[in-house]
């Protein structure tokens, strides 16, 4: 796929120097995976540094990431994974990737980590509740999993699947949601450069109650597009099941693009708090991405797409 | 109120020192949620959202003693202690000081006084609307809640008038159900309370008729 470059990137960007100042940071972050190794669960590749991608906006600090959470799985409060997720054991764990794919495989946990090549993305996250932070994600993108399974020609979506255990995930003892959590996106959208799997948050191993081992990153979405401790992952003909929208068709749509132009039933749309900000800021279409996605778009009424 | 309970309720009168310290008591309990919140704001304590919190810790309270103001006239009868009814416009005093708490951080702290997304606030989303509704009925129970207001409409209509509190709860419950985004238990325990305070004054009226 080709990769677009900002339209508005210049020389200047290539060494931003707000991000050039901040380089310990990134070692530090490399170090951090090396922890991941050291724990007997990756190995540190170095994090490669795309400008266009990453956000120089101020990451929210680590403590709010961690302990503000939507994964219902551990209950519906923002507090409740951060209190009840250290009970998930995220080793051993197996990702499998199947459907209509040439080589369709199950992967260790850890053997699929050291396959790909780790980055920092510091990404916007809009909440389809109205708020949003600023993340930096250590992850890869999805495109380079799917290729690894050799997708065919009748791979149109990607189905994610969570995982269910409720010995483990108290919430899942209870129907808020169809257990276990699913999401989708369109093909286009799985392979587009900015959609990634995480394993990690500031350049640590992810924290459970953001969706350790392995999690969905759209950043042009609402978050909770973003499927959390990931199981299985099939390339599929027909557009899959998401949870938010088995539960409430008419509230949450499969694209769930951030769009300030589509309201939600309870929530405005037009604005948003950063947290730790005071007052809103304005939401922008696409989460501010629009340069890089709004094109897989062309031509849909999305409005009606929402 | 039969003359049993009357010459009861005359027994059991208290001092006039306990009685002001009885009303210290609830006035100190009605304070302490906000106490609360206002010490942990102080040590740091409301969490990544701070704004979020507060405007739902205040309209919760503001829904509980709601539903506490419902509940002093079955209790009164229940425990035969008529004496309790003294409590009711304190309680929902209290209950309005709340929801207007809540209503002026919500427009004041988090919409920043954005009077067009307040509007639209309130006519695009249901749990809003039925909220404001609630918050608007409310007023004239407040305004006349005062001993002159009851003389001034005769109790007959001060009465008819303060049945709208009948409709109040009510919206106050499904403004909370309808906010839930999925696990409804919380809402839905209002909601139970509310059934309960509510058929047992048809409970009762039916046993009155029957009398």
């Given amino acids: 796929m080709l990769i677009r470059h900002a339209p508005d990137l210049t020389d200047n960007d290539v060494t931003d120097r707000s991000l050039y100042l901040r380089r310990r940071e990134f070692i530090g972050g490399a170090a951090g995976l090396g922890l991941l190794a050291a724990a007997g669960t990756a190995s540190a590749r170095g994090l490669a540094y795309k400008p266009g991608f990453s956000t120089t906006e101020t990451p929210t600090p680590k403590k709010d990431i961690t302990s503000y959470n939507n994964f219902y799985e551990f209950g519906v409060n923002k507090e409740d994974p951060s209190e009840n997720a250290g009970s998930l054991k995220t080793r051993p764990w197996t990702v499998r990737v199947d459907g209509e794919c040439e080589k369709p495989a199950s992967f260790a946990i850890d053997d699929l980590i050291k396959g790909q090549k780790l980055e920092e993305r510091i990404y916007r996250m809009r909440c389809v509740e109205g708020w949003s932070m600023v993340i930096p994600w250590v992850g890869f993108p999805l495109k380079d999993l799917l290729a690894q399974v050799k997708p065919t020609s009748k791979a149109r979506f990607v189905a994610f699947e969570t995982l269910m255990r409720p010995s483990e995930m108290p919430g899942q003892r209870w129907d808020t949601l169809a257990w276990p959590y699913r999401e989708g996106l369109r093909i286009d959208e799985a392979v587009h450069p900015l959609t990634i799997l995480a394993v990690g948050l500031y350049g640590d191993v992810l924290p459970n109650q953001n969706g350790a081992p392995l999690r969905l990153v759209v950043p042009w979405k609402y978050g909770f597009k973003g499927a959390k401790s990931i199981v299985r992952i099939s390339l599929v003909e027909k557009q899959p099941a998401t949870a938010w929208n088995v539960l409430a068709p008419r509230e949450y749509g499969f694209y769930s693009n951030v769009n300030p132009a589509v309201d939600h039933p309870r929530w405005s749309q037009a604005t948003e708090r950063r947290i730790g900000e005071f007052r809103r800021r304005e939401t922008l279409p696409f989460n501010g991405y629009g340069q890089y996605v709004a094109d897989l778009y062309r031509g849909m009424d999305l409005k009606r797409n929402f | ?211």
């Fill in chain 2, 1 to 211: 109120m039969d003359a049993s309970v009357k010459r009861a309720a005359r027994s059991k009168r208290p001092s006039k020192t306990r009685d002001n310290l009885v009303y210290a008591a609830v006035w100190l309990a009605c304070f302490a949620p906000l106490a609360w919140l206002a010490w942990r704001a102080f040590s740091g304590d409301l969490g990544a959202n701070p704004i979020e919190v507060v405007i739902r810790q205040i309209g919760v309270w503001g829904l509980r003693l709601l539903l506490v103001g419902l509940a002093i006239t079955p209790a009164a009868r229940i425990l035969k202690r008529p004496r309790l009814v003294r409590f009711r416009r304190t309680i929902g005093l209290f209950a309005f000081s709340y929801v207007c708490l809540h209503l002026l951080t919500y427009v004041g702290v988090d919409l920043f006084f954005d009077w067009g997304q307040l509007w639209n606030d309130i006519l695009k989303r249901p749990f809003i609307t039925l909220g404001m509704a609630g918050f608007v009925l409310l007023v004239p129970l407040a305004v006349t809640s005062t001993n002159g207001w009851v003389i001034r409409l005769g109790r007959a209509s001060w009465q008819r008038l303060h049945g709208l509190i009948y409709l109040i709860v009510p919206l106050g419950v499904v403004h909370y159900y309808l906010l839930v985004k999925a696990d409804h238990r919380p809402p839905l325990v209002y909601a139970a309370v509310l059934a309960v305070l509510l058929g047992w004054r048809l409970w009762d009226a039916w046993q009155r008729r029957r009398a």
